[in-house]
């Protein structure tokens, strides 16, 4: 039979032909070896600026008459502070004492004005006077009371009723104070063991009786002004 062969055999032949790797029976190519005087420095290998050049005479500005504007001139003044000290002490206001308060054994002390145990708040202008929003309000409160009392007596006025004078007022709660009095002494003289069924209604009824006579009690007591109905 024939032998095999393969088809990459002229590709392989190619590439060998590259002399792509000459080195393996001769050695590395050889190069200069550097020299130890050119070793790697600081900041050696960072951008540096070009050398400034020197200005010639030709350009040089020519010098200004005038001042500059960051020129600040040096002023000597001679005082004499010694005096001016002496003079600020005789005329000056002396210093009012300041208050403190001790509160411990060892006298350790705090300002007493800021403290909050000098009443300062009474010696404000305001001090004792009632507030604005008080007497504002006050004084919405009455004259909604008044127009309030006004549609109360026109709406009475047109349903015709007939308001009680003060004598009317209090002749009718004595009257009805001198009920209650009657009514209770009769509530405490009743037995205490209701075992039948009229002592329990009597018991019943008296009560209601006095239910009633204090509603009506603290009802005219309440109100200012009672109208009733005319027959």
């Given at each position: 039979p024939l032998r095999f062969i393969s088809k990459?055999?002229?590709?392989?032949k190619h590439e060998a032909e590259k002399n792509k790797s000459q080195w393996k029976t001769m050695?590395?190519?050889?190069v200069a070896v550097p020299s130890p005087n050119d070793f790697l420095q600081k900041h050696s290998k960072e951008p540096k600026l070009a050398p400034r050049k020197k200005e010639q005479d030709g350009k040089k500005l020519p010098a200004l008459s005038v001042p500059r504007r960051t020129y600040?001139?040096?002023?000597?003044?001679?005082?004499?502070?010694?005096?001016?000290?002496a003079l600020a002490v005789i005329r000056g206001v002396p210093k009012k004492p300041r208050h403190f308060c001790v509160d411990s054994r060892q006298g350790d002390k705090y300002l007493l004005e800021p403290s909050g145990l000098v009443p300062k708040y009474i010696k404000k202008k305001d001090y004792g006077?009632?507030?604005?929003?008080?007497?504002?309000?006050?004084?919405?409160?009455?004259?909604?009371?008044?127009?309030?009392?006004?549609?109360?007596v026109e709406q009475l006025k047109k349903?015709?009723?007939?308001?009680?004078?003060d004598e009317e007022k209090t002749s009718l709660l004595q009257g009805l104070k001198k009920n209650w009095e009657e009514t209770n002494r009769e509530f405490q003289?009743?037995?205490?063991?209701?075992?039948?069924?009229?002592?329990?209604?009597?018991?019943?009824?008296?009560?209601?009786?006095?239910?009633?006579?204090?509603?009506?009690?603290?009802?005219?007591?309440?109100?200012?002004?009672?109208?009733?109905?005319?027959?």
């Open positions: 990459l055999r002229a590709l392989v050695g590395p190519a050889k600040r001139p040096v002023i000597r003044i001679k005082k004499n502070f010694i005096s001016r000290n006077v009632t507030p604005k929003y008080v007497t504002q309000r006050n004084e919405e409160i009455k004259r909604e009371e008044e127009e309030y009392e006004a549609s109360v349903r015709a009723l007939k308001q009680l004078s003289c009743l037995p205490v063991l209701t075992d039948t069924r009229y002592k329990k209604m009597h018991k019943a009824k008296v009560e209601m009786k006095l239910k009633q006579l204090e509603h009506d009690i603290e009802a005219l007591e309440k109100h200012k002004w009672v109208y009733i109905a005319n027959e």
